[in-house]
């Protein structure tokens, strides 16, 4: 039983497998417009692609990204500057192309279809592009979406592609309506989002007109104008990191002693993604199958509810029975929060100290004031002197606490100055006398010597790679997704997904293969085959045995339950279970004894 | 495979110098009794296969194999050589009383050493037994046997443990450590002197510990490595591979799971009137339809959402769609080692990796690897497959070296993938002179704040240095233990005894390794009130959770005022309110009806008449700042559900005087078009047939809601302020 839950959202086990106790959980739904800029300058030609192209192309992007990673998100897309006027207020150059719904396959094919062909015949025919628009108008439309939208939103977000850096052309009016209105949905907490539109040639200044217009939007963890990308990668990894806002997983308060607290939000800057689950549907309708779960007493049948059940545990043939609650209760230790009970020298969290994925905690002016000023000066000192804060910490209500090491981390940008890990700390989990492993060590030690060592080196010196974290995409989810999608969209084929989990042997064998062959050399007697030692032989071949006869004699019991399993298979009898007993008796049956 | 265990003899004396007090008011006899329990406690709950018996010493009967008319008396096995049972926990805490018996303890030696080589004979899977003697030694003892017996104990390689003797009052106890840090033994200040007959049996007991393993240990000492329940232990299993480079480098290797949360036996759901009687789980699957009709299994079909698609899947395409891989250990390449760093670790355990066993050559190959490694700060990327059936992950491998212990291995920790990567960009925080921006300056920490802050991690840190130079590290992992677990264990033994009573709160040990430490807390004393006077910190919002923690966990100062658990609330209450409590404080424009129902639903304070005022507000605004009727639509929704929460509150009078004042507006402000939808919709006063409050008739209503009829109005119009009231409003 997970305490945490880097899935989905939600305390899932704070319900595990009760029967019949499937309360529904709120889980937050997001909604998320791309507001696109369809005037005559997105579609100028380019190498990489008109702004338009890439400005689809980000939409099917973002619609294939929420499928995949939070299908139960609302997406829409909105065109703004278009010819005709396609929206249910009349808003004159407004175009709703995808009401703001749940995507699903035709988000994407409806949308791949705008870049089919290089004369974007689907857009003109449909939409065509004009240079007459209000942006307050836009906005309204967007801000229209959200509210009739028949789901509660979590957060509400546009992103706003353009390449324009001052629409207005001057006009005072249209500057101050769409500032007025931007500032109304930011007070409805729907946030805008710039994403400019750039290319080395084409310099954007957002200090012109957007700079006022979104000047409201400034939240204290996040900018709202994207920084501008240059190529089409940097541009998907802009939508990649602003399609969502940066939620924090719970807000909580640290504990410095006493009273002394301030507050902090825990990020998962890291979470296993999982391959979603299958459903159940109906065959003749493909329409999908609630499931329902019932417990009953098999000697009377009767139905049991969740009040009428108790947890057992059993330790040497005696059931301990407790009420669910009591099990929480039992976890239950203090508030919820982190609790500061020391410092330690950074070399004091050994490396082997790992339990689970680490979260990130950062200041939350909001529960208290002075938090950044507090948390700044403890992540200085904690940088400058080289420590770690140890702390007691309880995430849930009814999760028991847990220590952590609280490690200073310091900002850290690329080289175009995008951020790639924020300042704040990072919480280690620390794990508890009882998860140590006792493993012998190994005997006799054999050590390399400095021979060896240096051919080691050389050859580590051929094969350095870098490293980051987004390089390598998980195959099994791609697979699984590129499978489900050519389905989804009746492609013939599934997208070729690259496996990058694989060493590419061959290029290893061309840049190393001096360094590999005096490894070789030197570490491996030319007689050695790995692993063979410890067989000795090929594996022992299955005694020569005549199930039938064994059956009669009653010794089928002396063979083992591989083997055992092996002459079902043979005979083609099928066991009720898999215990030795099960087999026995089904081969009994088979040979008639 | 047989598994390793251990067969141990517990011999406790029963006779009567163990009736007299050890330390506080205790006797010897049940500081003896506790620890015997816990021994056999963490035996049960470790599910151990190790074997216990117990043998009394100055016991009233004589029950042992040795036994005859004059030797061996006074001694009985109470039981024999067995796996801990649950009846032999209640004998030893139920059934042992003190006698008036002196008996001989090494004729209990004796005894427990025959017992433990007749039990365990011919028997497979004993590695190791051992003795462990409850006594003070007060009795008489003869010691012309003693070599033999020494003899004897040491080619049996038979382990003695000594607990209860009195710590020696002259003699300094420094070269004797307590088992595991912490406090030592707390020495009681008025200790009996000890008799000469105790000397004797010290002596005894040293000249046999100086041949066999063992140790001597007073309860202080014992208690302390005995009070924590132990986890059950996990018997490593090597994931045996080989460790890849490109083609013709393979290097066989036994990697072990080093680190892993440890959890409690998974919990079983039971019939609460019959724990023992079998239940049957049952799914079912229906159609979304008015019958919920059932569909059988052959009419099902596994399918995977694509978005707002359902796809469904043939076996076929499931069978050709599988990924498929095969075991492997491959190295990607080697990189520095700041690239990776441990906040990127995943998975749940940590791995370690040792080279093939008694493989000499593999055993060379990855020393090397390692070496180097270490020497040129490098980590190796590795793929790593558990099995055909299961995904590739990639995963790092770390040098660890430690030459005085003439180690060397490598850690393994999964690493993510690029979709287990969320980008979160968060402003710099101001903590360097190089990272002050014009927006983070207003955080900025002065020089004071800094040395403050300073001044705190000095006084709290937790690594110390003792008189003699030695570094003490407080609140070490290994000394930890998971306190759920130890919490179960202790509540298991209590339900086990008892199962009516309530559950015993956490423990005195358990509480002190979850708090600070009264060192630190004195230390720090100062330093926290500097930084409280330094920093100036505001409470705004209550942060999440905190307000029921307030009341659910305080459980100590609930406890001390008396007025104990009647008052926390269940957690069910809590949860939904909390979910919903959140941000909602006012009625938007952009979802108002929600925010409406969001407010009514906070139910830990009454805002109905609030929110009613708030959803009044929001209804004019949207009706006449709307251009033309757009938004008339919305207003309406809001009118309806005012209209609902008014009856389902019988509470019609505000809401009837809201109408008649709206209604004039309407007609004042030309925005007859939001009346008619009114008309269309019915939304009119609430009557006395809707609401027994109201005072509105039902022709009065009918009458109300028609196209214009002014002077009725008039009649029943609102007080006037009221009207004043909603025209500030606009």
């Known amino acids: 039983m997970a305490d945490f839950d880097w899935g989905f959202g939600g305390d899932e086990d704070d319900f595990d497998e009760e029967g019949g106790d499937f309360r529904a959980q709120p889980v937050q739904r997001d909604g998320l417009i791309l507001l696109i800029d369809c005037s005559k300058a997105m579609f100028t030609v380019r190498d990489e692609g008109s702004f338009f192209s890439q400005a689809i192309n980000c939409a099917v992007g973002a619609a294939r990204n929420k499928i995949v990673s939070n299908d139960r998100d609302m997406f829409g897309v909105v065109f703004y500057s278009t010819k005709e006027t396609k929206n249910p207020n009349d808003f004159k150059n407004i175009s709703v192309v995808k009401n703001l719904e749940q995507p699903g396959a035709d988000t994407v094919s409806d949308l791949e279809k705008f870049i089919e062909d290089e004369d974007y015949e689907e857009f003109k025919d449909n939409y065509g592009s004009s240079d007459t628009y209000q942006l307050s108008d836009a906005f309204w439309t967007c801000s229209n979406l959200f509210s009739n939208c028949s789901t509660k939103l979590g957060q509400r977000r546009i992103l706003l592609f353009t390449s324009d850096d001052d629409p207005s052309k001057g006009n005072k009016h249209f500057k101050n309506s769409a500032a007025a209105k931007a500032g109304d949905m930011s007070e409805n907490k729907i946030d805008i989002m710039l994403i400019p539109m750039i290319t080395s040639t084409t310099p954007f200044d957002e200090k012109k007109f957007w700079k006022d217009v979104l000047v409201n939007l400034t939240d204290d963890s996040e900018e709202f104008i994207a920084n501008a990308a240059q190529t089409r990668r940097e541009l998907e990894n802009v939508i990649r990191s602003k399609a969502h806002k940066q939620r924090a997983q719970t807000k909580l308060s640290l504990n410095l002693g006493g009273d002394v607290e301030l507050s902090v939000g825990v990020y998962n800057l890291i979470r296993t993604c999982t391959k979603p689950s299958a459903i159940k549907l109906y065959n003749k309708t493909n329409e999908e199958l609630k499931t329902t779960r019932k417990a009953f007493l098999e000697e009377t049948g009767e139905v049991l509810l969740p009040q009428d059940m108790k947890k057992s545990l059993k330790f040497a043939d005696r059931q301990i029975c407790f009420e669910p609650e009591e099990i929480n209760e039992m976890k239950r230790y203090g508030d919820v929060g982190m609790f500061l009970l020391g410092f330690k020298p950074m070399k004091y969290l050994k490396k082997d100290y790992h339990v689970r994925p680490a979260q990130f905690i950062y200041p939350d002016e909001g529960g208290t004031s002075g938090s950044t000023n507090l948390f700044s000066a403890l992540l200085r000192r904690c940088l400058k002197r080289n420590v770690f804060a140890l702390c007691r910490f309880t995430a849930r209500k009814n999760a028991f606490p847990r220590f952590v090491a609280l490690v200073p981390q310091e900002e850290e940008r690329d080289e175009q100055g995008v951020q790639q890990v924020p300042s704040g700390f990072h919480a280690i989990f620390l794990p508890f006398s009882d998860d140590f492993r006792k493993i012998k060590a190994v005997e006799d030690p054999i050590t390399a010597n400095s021979d060896q060592v240096e051919a080691a080196k050389q050859l580590i010196s051929s094969l350095n790679i870098p490293f980051q974290l987004d390089m390598i995409e998980n195959p099994a989810l791609q697979t699984h997704f590129a499978n489900v999608e050519a389905i989804a969209l009746d492609r013939d084929m599934p997208d070729k997904v690259t496996d990058l989990t694989k060493p590419d042997v061959g290029a290893m064998m061309k840049r190393a293969s001096k360094a590999l062959k005096e490894f070789g050399d030197l570490l491996f007697p030319s007689d050695y085959t790995p692993g063979a030692r410890k067989r000795g032989g090929p594996p022992a071949k299955r005694p020569k045995v005549d199930p039938e006869e064994m059956a009669r004699n009653g010794a089928l019991g002396k063979l083992t339950v591989a083997i055992l399993k092996e002459i079902c298979a043979e005979v083609n009898v099928k066991p009720k279970g898999t215990k030795k007993a099960d087999i026995i008796d089904a081969l009994n049956k088979h040979f008639g004894v | ?362 055993a060379a190959a990855l020393s090397s690897l390692i070496k180097a490694c270490q020497q040129m700060n490098k980590v190796v990327i590795v793929r790593r497959c558990y099995s055909a059936s299961s995904s590739p992950k990639i995963g790092v491998l770390e040098p660890d070296i430690d030459e005085k212990k003439n180690r060397e291995r490598f850690f393994y920790h999964d690493l993510p993938f690029a979709e287990d990567v969320r980008r979160f960009t968060m402003s710099t925080l101001p903590y360097s002179e190089e990272t002050i921006t014009d927006y983070n300056d207003k955080f900025k920490p002065s020089d004071d704040q800094l040395d403050v802050v300073d001044g705190l991690i000095d006084s709290m840190m937790l690594v110390v240095k003792d008189e003699d130079g030695e570094k003490i590290e407080e609140k070490k992992p290994k000394n930890l233990f998971n306190p759920y677990l130890q919490r179960l264990y202790h509540c298991l033994n209590h339900r086990a005894n008892d199962t009516t009573e309530a559950l015993p709160g956490p423990s005195d040990r358990l509480v002190e390794s979850l708090e600070m430490s009264e060192r630190v807390k004195e230390a720090s004393n100062n330093q926290l009130k500097k930084v409280k006077e330094t920093f100036p910190l505001k409470r705004v919002a209550k942060a999440k959770g905190k307000d029921t923690a307030d009341n659910v966990f305080n459980i100590e100062e609930k406890d001390a005022e008396g007025e104990s658990s009647e008052k926390k609330p269940r957690m069910d209450d809590v949860e939904l309110s909390d979910l919903q409590k959140e941000k909602v404080d006012k009625i938007g424009t952009v979802t108002p009806v929600e925010d409406f129902l969001a407010i009514l639903s906070q139910k830990d304070r009454d805002r109905y008449d609030e929110a009613c005022e708030m959803i009044r507000e929001r209804i004019i605004q949207l009706v006449f700042d709307s251009f033309g009727s757009q938004l008339f639509s919305k207003a309406i929704d809001c009118l309806r559900a005012y209209r609902a929460q008014t009856l389902k509150h019988s509470e019609p009078r505000d809401f009837n005087k809201f109408l008649f004042s709206l209604k004039e507006s309407l007609f004042q402000k030309n925005k007859k078009a939001f009346w008619k939808l009114m008309i269309e919709e019915k939304l009119g006063l609430v009557t006395k047939l809707e609401s027994e409050e109201s005072s509105v008739t039902k022709a009065e209503g009918d009458d109300f809601l028609t196209e214009v009829v002014e002077e009725k109005i008039k009649e029943e119009a609102p007080p006037k302020e009221d009207a004043d009231e909603l025209l500030d409003m606009m």
């Open chain 2, 1 to 362: 495979m047989a598994s390793e265990k251990e067969a141990i003899a517990i011999v406790l004396d029963v006779g009567p110098s163990m009736d007299s007090a050890a330390e506080g008011d205790r006797t010897k006899l049940q500081e003896s009794i506790d620890c015997i329990h816990m021994i056999l406690q963490r035996k049960l709950f470790s599910e151990s296969k190790d074997e216990v018996s117990l043998i009394l010493i100055g016991s009233d009967e004589t029950a042992n194999e040795l036994a005859d008319d004059d030797s061996y008396n006074n001694i009985s096995v109470a039981r024999p050589l067995a796996t801990v049972t649950w009846p032999f926990l209640e004998f030893v805490q139920n059934d042992i009383s003190p006698t008036d018996n002196e008996t001989d303890f090494l004729d209990g030696i004796v005894v427990a050493a025959d017992h433990l080589r007749s039990q365990t004979m011919g028997k497979r899977g004993f590695v190791s037994s051992k003795i462990i003697l409850f006594s003070d030694l007060a009795g008489p003892v003869a010691d012309n046997q003693l070599d033999a017996i020494t003899k004897s104990l040491k080619s049996a390689d038979i382990a003695l443990n000594v607990i209860g003797v009195d710590p020696d009052e002259d003699e300094s106890d420094e070269d004797r450590k307590p088992p595991q840090g912490g406090a030592g033994p707390s020495t009681a200040p008025h200790r009996k002197p000890k008799t000469p007959q105790q000397k004797l049996g010290e002596k005894i007991v040293n000249h046999i510990l100086e041949a066999v393993d063992g140790e001597c240990y007073t309860f202080s000492e014992t208690w302390e490595f005995l009070s924590n329940y132990q986890s059950k232990s996990v018997r490593p299993t090597a994931w045996k591979c080989q460790l890849d480079i490109a083609e013709n480098v393979k290097i066989p290797i036994n990697a072990y799971i080093r680190v892993k949360e440890a959890k409690s036996k998974g919990f079983k759901t039971v019939y609460a009137k019959d724990p023992e009687s079998t239940i049957i789980r049952e799914s079912t699957h229906h159609l979304n339809d008015e019958e919920e009709t059932e569909v059988e299994r052959k009419d099902m079909v596994q399918g995977h959402r694509y978005g707002s698609t359902l796809v469904p899947f043939s076996d076929e395409d499931l069978q050709a769609m599988k990924f498929r891989s095969e075991k492997c250990f491959q190295v990607l390449g080697f990189t520095s080692r700041e690239n990776v760093n441990r906040y990127m670790f995943m998975g749940d355990s940590t791995m370690i990796v040792h080279p093939e066993k008694g493989d000499e050559v593999a």
